[in-house]
């Protein structure tokens, strides 16, 4: 490598940023096998900054405490049926909040070893509430920042991934004894990269030069076929999964088109690959293993389109 290659890499500042997409994160899981093969070392070490919503939060506090991908996707691949398969919002929530208080326990944001943000929606306000680590990442209020608010990153993490109505909103009490009702990160920015790039450039106020993002989806595909025995029993649920579906997608492509009007100039890897094979009809509540282990796949032969620029980034 050049001196003057070496002097570049030095000064990059790298940003992961994770959509949500439930079940579908086997994706992301599979993109990112290959780039941490890539990377050859943990991934909190080759990021500056790592931002998830809902499924991508999961992955991404799990990557920031220093946890393999490897590991990740074999809990992925233990906890993802019984969070997903279960029919009412409170057994959803329950077993969500088993697995966040097993994997994640007691563990709070001064565990990160790499700037975190986990984005989650504040339901009575209205507007994003991001969980962060580091002071220098708040735009206001620094001098009393508390990292995640206090709360724990299983709570965090649980508040992300409440796709209500599917799921119960969790409710956090903050260290300052300030309590929120809070949602699913997917109804304000289910592609949380344009947060991801504020914090690094207007906080953080890294020069947009040094900026380096790799941008992760979880895959796009057709709906799932339903029998029409299924359709006339669940219509009213598979309608609204269907909506949901829909509002979270159009969410990710408006945040994607925002960022390249707002930041064409930072360089950004976008991996969101579109799958039209009927064997691939998916969505974010998908508990078929086989299914899933399709998705992550996908998600490793999507990382081979953009290996050449991922080399570039981490050179």
Aim: charged share 25%; aromatic share 10%; with cysteine.
């Amino acid at each position: 490598m050049s001196a003057e290659a070496n002097e570049a890499s030095k000064k990059a500042f790298r940003v992961l940023a994770l959509d949500g997409g439930g079940a579908k994160g086997f994706y992301t899981l599979g993109v990112l096998k290959e780039i941490e093969a890539l990377t050859q070392g943990p991934l909190c070490k080759s990021f500056d900054l790592i931002v998830g919503t809902s499924t991508g939060s999961i992955i991404a506090s799990l990557l920031c405490l220093g946890k393999s991908v490897d590991e990740i996707t074999e809990l992925y691949r233990q906890h993802v049926v019984p969070v997903m398969k279960p029919w009412t919002p409170w057994q959803k929530s329950a077993a969500l909040r088993r697995l966040a208080d097993e994997v994640l326990g007691e563990l709070t944001f001064e565990a990160a070893q790499t700037r975190i943000g986990i984005v989650a929606t504040n339901w009575r306000d209205e507007r994003p509430f991001i969980f962060k680590s580091d002071p220098m990442q708040a735009y206001k209020r620094s001098a009393s920042f508390v990292p995640g608010f206090g709360v724990r990153i299983a709570d965090a993490v649980q508040a992300s991934c409440s796709a209500y109505p599917f799921f119960c909103r969790k409710e956090i009490t903050t260290s300052q004894g300030e309590k929120y009702l809070l949602a699913d990160g997917g109804y304000c920015a289910n592609n949380p990269t344009l947060y991801a790039i504020a914090d690094a450039v207007r906080a953080l106020q890294v020069p947009r030069s040094d900026v380096r993002v790799v941008s992760i989806g979880v895959g796009e595909y057709p709906e799932p076929h339903r029998s029409v025995l299924s359709v006339l029993r669940w219509i009213g649920y598979l309608f609204t999964v269907r909506l949901l579906q829909k509002v979270m997608e159009i969410n990710t492509q408006s945040m994607e088109q925002l960022r390249e009007v707002l930041f064409s100039d930072i360089e950004t890897i976008r991996i969101n690959e579109r799958y039209t094979e009927p064997e691939m009809a998916t969505d974010m509540f998908e508990h078929d293993l086989n299914k899933l282990g399709a998705l992550w796949s996908k998600g490793r032969q999507s990382f081979e389109t953009y290996e050449a620029r991922l080399k570039n980034v981490f050179a």
